[in-house]
């Protein structure tokens, strides 16, 4: 979905930091093999992840939805030097191909994948996390974001990817749509939450970039 004009869109990639060659190629690789290529992050959105992580310096990292891997390799970029990047995806079917973009980046050690349903995995991470990018089933935004609050430092910085939905969230509801319902709750609820405060960026499909008090 643009909410810009496509000039206007490609004019500010064009004049953004350039994605780096691994990642040109695993956006080219998900392009060729890969069902629902536009789920990608892609390059001024990932530049931005990376922007923030490296602002952040996060020591662990917690991404839900991992896809092809793209958002955790832009993320992955500001961690600590002994930091971890978990990330968690239902389809083990796509694990082989984020591992292979994985180790062939600098933070192969330092990224750890975990294949099942994130609301189960989640709760057995021992960890406090200071960036956490939610990208998943958006039925399920609003309880992994209740499990994730209480795991997360003061000060950690939450992304939650698509809030917009191809702009739907701004049109009649129709009463089928379960996933624009469940953003239209979720967008509320974190905007309302007392231990947090969010900013919802129209950038792409919208991200909501909230910080834990």
């Known amino acids: 979905m643009h909410f810009l004009p496509e000039k206007i869109e490609n004019y500010a990639e064009m004049h953004s930091m350039k994605e780096p060659k691994l990642l040109e190629n695993l956006q080219r690789e998900t392009w060729q093999k890969v069902l629902q290529p536009r789920m990608l992050s892609g390059h001024f959105q990932g530049r931005l992840l990376s922007m923030i992580s ?9 991404e839900i939805g991992t896809y092809t891997g793209y958002s955790a390799l832009s993320l992955v970029e500001g961690l600590q030097a002994d930091g971890e990047l978990h990330t968690i995806d239902k389809n083990e079917e796509l ?82 749509d379960l996933d624009t319902a469940a953003l239209l709750s979720y967008n509320a609820y974190i905007n309302e939450h007392e231990a947090v405060e969010s900013i919802l960026l129209p950038i792409r499909d919208g991200l909501t970039l909230t910080r834990v008090k």
């Open 95 to 176: 694990e082989d191909l984020q591992r292979k973009y994985f180790d062939e980046s600098d933070y192969g050690l330092q990224i750890i994948q975990h294949v099942g349903n994130a609301l189960n995995i989640i709760t057995k991470l021992d960890k406090k996390f200071d960036l956490v990018f939610i990208d998943a089933d958006k039925i399920n935004y609003k309880n992994y974001f209740d499990l994730i609050l209480p795991m997360c430092n003061p000060g950690a910085l939450i992304l939650s990817d698509n809030v917009l939905w191809s702009g739907k969230v701004v049109e009649e509801l129709n009463p089928k």
């Open 54 to 62: 490296k602002l952040k310096a996060p020591k662990y990292i917690l």
